[in-house]
C-alpha cells in the first residue's frame, strides 16, 4: 500500500505504572479502561483509568492477594458490566468494578496459574449462555457458566498419563445460535486445537511446529469465518475457516513478521473484521489487513470441497516500546 493512504498508527500519550502489566481491557460503554498486573510484592492489581482529553486519570486501584494474569468483559451483560479475572493461584474471579472490596463469585479453575480467560454471551448481539473458558499451566481447558458456578458445564483435560502440555491461550467462536459454540485453544508445542461445545468433540486438532501466544477468530457471534494463530519464532498463521477439508483441515495462509520477535498475539478491528493488529515481542504493533481469494472454496482431485487461502497485506507499523506488547485491545465504542 502507498505510504501516503495507509492508516497511521499515531500515540496520544503514554503512562509510566508501578506495576508489571499483563492484561489490559476497554470497560464497555464508556472511555475507561482497566489494567490487569502484579505489585512487585507478588500482589495483584486492578487499576481503571478514564480518559481526559489527551491523557488518562487513574480513577480506582485495588490490591489482591495473588497476581492477576488476563481478564474480560465477555461474559458480562453491558448493564452490569463485571469483570472476569484469572490469577496466578489458579482462580477464577468475577468483579463488580463498582466495589471490589469482594468479588461476586469465584472458583478454584485450575490446579496452577490462569494463563489466558474469554467470555461469550453477554453482550448485547450475543447468542447463548454467558460462558466464560480458561485454559492453564495444567493443559485443561474449562468452560464456566456464571449463572452456574460449582463446577464447569464443560472440561477438555490431557488423556490420563500423557504429558500435560501447558495451554497458553484460549478464544471463543462460531456462537451464531444459541446451540453452537466453538473453542480455540493453543498450546506450548504448537497443537492448536478447536473444541465444539454443542457436541463436546474435538473439530480440529493441528499443530504449527511453535509455541502458540495467542488465537482469536475474527468474530464471536458469527459462523465461524477465519481464525489467526500467533506463535514464537515471529510467525502468525491465518486460516479460512469456512470449508474444513477431511484431511487437509481449514487452508491457511503464514506471515512472519520483519522484526523476527515473538507474536505474542492479534486482535481483530471491531468496526472491520478484516482488519486485525499484531503484538510484536520488540515492542512494534503490525496492522495487517486480510484479503479473501477470488474463490474461497475449490473441489480436489476426489471431489471433496476444500478451502483456499487469502492473502496478507501489511498496512503499517509502528515501535511503541522497548519491551514485548503483551496485551492489546481495541475500544468497541469508538
Same mark, same amino acid.
Given at each position: 500500500m502507498d505510504a501516503k493512504a495507509a492508516p497511521q498508527i499515531l500515540e496520544l500519550f503514554n503512562k509510566s505504572v508501578n506495576i508489571t502489566v499483563y492484561d489490559t481491557q476497554w470497560i464497555p460503554s464508556s472511555a475507561r479502561f482497566v489494567v490487569l498486573g502484579s505489585h512487585a510484592r507478588g500482589t495483584g492489581a486492578i487499576q481503571v483509568y478514564e480518559l481526559?482529553?489527551?491523557?488518562?486519570?487513574?480513577?480506582?486501584? @485495588?490490591?489482591?492477594?495473588?497476581?492477576?494474569?488476563?481478564?474480560?468483559?465477555?461474559?458480562?451483560?453491558? @448493564?452490569e458490566r463485571r469483570l472476569a479475572t484469572g490469577d496466578f493461584g489458579?482462580?477464577?474471579?468475577?468483579?463488580?468494578?463498582?466495589?471490589s472490596s469482594r468479588p461476586v463469585w469465584e472458583v478454584k479453575a485450575h490446579t496452577q496459574i490462569?494463563?489466558?480467560?474469554?467470555?461469550?454471551? $453477554?453482550?448485547?448481539? $450475543?447468542?447463548?449462555?454467558?460462558?466464560?473458558?480458561?485454559?492453564?499451566?495444567? $493443559?485443561?481447558?474449562?468452560?464456566?457458566?456464571?449463572?452456574?458456578?460449582?463446577?464447569p458445564v464443560a472440561c477438555f483435560e490431557p488423556k490420563e498419563g500423557s504429558q500435560a502440555r501447558d495451554c497458553w491461550t484460549v478464544a471463543f467462536g462460531n456462537s451464531f445460535n444459541d446451540s453452537e459454540r466453538c473453542i480455540l485453544a493453543g498450546y506450548d508445542n504448537g497443537d492448536v486445537k478447536m473444541f465444539d461445545l454443542r457436541t463436546g468433540t474435538v473439530r480440529l486438532e493441528t499443530n504449527v511446529r511453535n509455541g502458540v501466544c495467542g488465537v482469536q477468530f475474527d468474530r464471536k457471534e458469527i459462523a465461524m469465518n477465519k481464525f489467526c494463530v500467533t506463535c514464537l519464532e515471529s510467525q502468525f498463521h491465518v486460516y479460512d475457516a469456512r470449508t474444513q477439508h477431511p484431511k487437509k483441515g481449514f487452508a491457511s495462509v503464514v506471515e512472519r513478521v520483519p522484526a523476527g520477535a515473538t507474536v505474542w498475539g492479534s486482535r481483530h478491528m471491531p468496526q472491520n473484521r478484516e482488519v486485525f493488529m499484531v503484538q510484536g515481542g520488540d515492542g512494534t504493533l503490525y496492522l495487517y489487513k486480510y484479503?479473501?481469494?477470488?474463490?474461497?472454496?475449490?473441489?480436489d482431485a476426489e471431489d471433496v470441497p476444500m478451502g483456499v487461502a487469502g492473502s496478507l497485506e501489511l498496512l503499517n507499523k509502528k515501535n511503541v516500546s522497548t519491551q514485548p506488547i503483551g496485551s492489546f485491545a481495541w475500544s468497541p465504542d469508538k
Open positions: 481526559t482529553g489527551q491523557d488518562c486519570q487513574l480513577v480506582k486501584e @485495588t490490591e489482591k492477594k495473588k497476581e492477576f494474569k488476563c481478564g474480560t468483559f465477555g461474559a458480562s451483560s453491558l @448493564t489458579g482462580y477464577l474471579h468475577m468483579w463488580d468494578l463498582e466495589d490462569v494463563n489466558a480467560i474469554d467470555g461469550c454471551g $453477554g453482550a448485547a448481539k $450475543g447468542y447463548g449462555a454467558p460462558e466464560l473458558a480458561t485454559c492453564g499451566r495444567d $493443559g485443561a481447558v474449562r468452560v464456566w457458566d456464571v449463572r452456574q458456578r460449582d463446577a484479503q479473501y481469494p477470488d474463490q474461497r472454496q475449490v473441489k
